[in-house]
């Protein structure tokens, strides 16, 4: 059935994108200080992948949407500046000046990890460092806020939920630390020393951690939504029907996010990151699976966003 | 406004002035009659349900707009969108609960019924109310004791759409028909509704 769609897949690619670069920096940001913010290391590494990564996403999207507002496609191409002229608590007014606000700041964090740059104001590690705490709230406030622009209409009861913008936020979180996986395996080539294999293996096992526990407060989360969204009666339990078995868009949810978003690649991660984490182990997992691992959770973000803006547009209100 | 479902008999004129007034683009349209089928053999009934905005007290498209673009006027609550602002964002085309709001592809920006804000201020009625045959819309200053609508809303017993939504509407219907396809998806009877908007299906 045809149905009527305003918000299309610039908008799915630009909450997917946003959150999985507003993510990556946080996850970069918040390694760095958890490694004491030095010069290199481990922590140094996955930090790096992830300040230089996550503005990239970001920009990406936001240039998605605005191509798509109603004014870019009848000519008025700079009429996006009225978002800029107003402070109102319209959710989409806050997300845009938090957007603003974080794509300068983390193009500044990734900026002071290019080296061959110059660093004009004071030392490097410290700038890191100021920019890292600056970047993790400014993150999670672009990740949490494409979740609160959903949720803030009545009329769209699907959206209409609290665990919603959490759900948004651990999957940017998740898709994030997939993202600097992916980097990293894919970058990362053969035939290093003893040290350097040693260092890898050992940042890799970081991340796996990072994000086998960000699957499973995922799945936690779809577990809430769907669970206290099937319990209300009314529009809510319709709402929620297109994506439970016998709905429109339930194989697309369960396969696509469930299954190959959240399942396959936590149990693939369990199964690689349980060794170390309970025999002490050394972690050794080739760079193609963490490639597969990685892009299985960046597919399902990308679906869980698609299939959430869809079934939000084609539901509604029950009764007249 | 009021409207007086038992006097319509869906012959569209409201949407064809409507649609004359603006030249909104082909499949829109700002205001419409709705179907409602309903019953099986010989039980059955066909009525109809004309929609407009219904310019709330508390409109929900107005708090979401990041701009500015759409308010309420204070002199005389009509809810309206300022075209030069918009940026199209369709962040109120979600925020609706009625659906009333569309993006109008000429101007690219959200639009919607605004009472004929144009014609209203000159004294007259909405273009849809002028030309309805049967007097079932009518319109008024809710405000004043003394108005035909508010002598309506006091006599007969009137109802408003989606009103758990909050919103409340300042539209109000005598013997609107409140069926509607999803109130019946479990039982036996037929009810099809008809919406006459690009895309047909009631949300």
Known sequence: MEHELFWGMPVILYLFLAGMGAGSTVVGASMMLRGGGGPRGVHHEIARYGALLGPIPVIVGVLAIIFELGSWN???????????????????????????????????????????????FGDRL????????????????????????????????FWNSPMLAFLFLISALSTGTALIIFARAFVTRGGLSEEKREEVHKSGYILASTDTEM?????????????????????????????????????????????????????????????????????????????AIALAVIFGGFVLRYVVVTAGQITGPVGI | MVI?????????????????????????????????????????????????????????????????????????????????????CKYCVQACPYDMRFVNEDTGTADKCDFCIHRVSQGLDPACVEACPSRARIF???????????????????????????????????????????????????????????????R
């Open chain 1, 126 to 157: 410290k700038w890191r460092v100021a920019l890292a705490w600056i970047n993790i709230p400014l993150g999670i406030g672009v990740a949490i806020y494409t979740g609160v622009l959903l949720g803030a209409m009545p009329s769209r009861p």
């Open chain 2, 140 to 202: 008024g200053d809710l405000n004043d004791p003394e108005s035909e609508v508010s002598k309506l809303v006091a006599e007969n017993p009137v109802t408003v759409l989606r009103p758990e939504k909050g919103t409340e509407p300042n539209v109000y219907y005598i013997g609107a028909d409140h069926t509607d396809e999803h109130d019946v998806v479990a039982e036996t009877m037929y009810v099809d509704v008809k919406t006459h908007r690009r895309y047909e299906e009631r």
């Open chain 1, 215 to 291: 699957i499973g407060f995922e799945i936690l989360a779809v577990f809430l939504f769907l669970m206290f969204a099937y319990l209300t009666v009314g529009d809510v339990r319709y709402a929620v029907a297109t994506i439970l078995p016998g709905g429109e868009l339930a194989s697309m949810f369960w396969i696509g996010v469930v299954l190959i978003g959240l399942v396959i690649p936590g149990l693939l991660e369990l199964y690689a990151v349980a060794p170390s984490l309970i025999y002490k182990r050394k972690y050794t997992v080739s760079r193609w699976t963490e490639m």
């Open chain 1, 74 to 120: 009848v000519g008025h191409y700079f009429r996006f500046i009225n978002l800029f002229l107003v402070m109102n608590l319209s959710p989409m007014s806050v997300g845009s000046w938090l957007l603003v606000a974080f794509i300068i700041t983390s193009l500044m964090f990734a900026y002071s990890y290019l080296r061959f740059m110059p660093m004009p």
């Open chain 2, 4 to 88: 007086d479902a038992r006097r319509c008999y869906g012959v569209q004129a409201c949407t064809v002035a409507c649609k004359a007034e603006y030249k909104v683009p082909l499949g829109e349209n700002r205001s419409w009659v709705e179907e409602i089928e309903k019953g099986n053999y010989p039980a059955t009934s066909r009525s109809f349900l004309p929609r407009l905005c219904n310019h709330c007290d508390e409109p929900a498209c107005v708090p979401v707009c990041p701009t500015g673009a759409t308010y309420k006027r204070a002199e005389d609550g009509i809810v309206v969108i300022d075209k030069n602002i918009c940026i199209g």
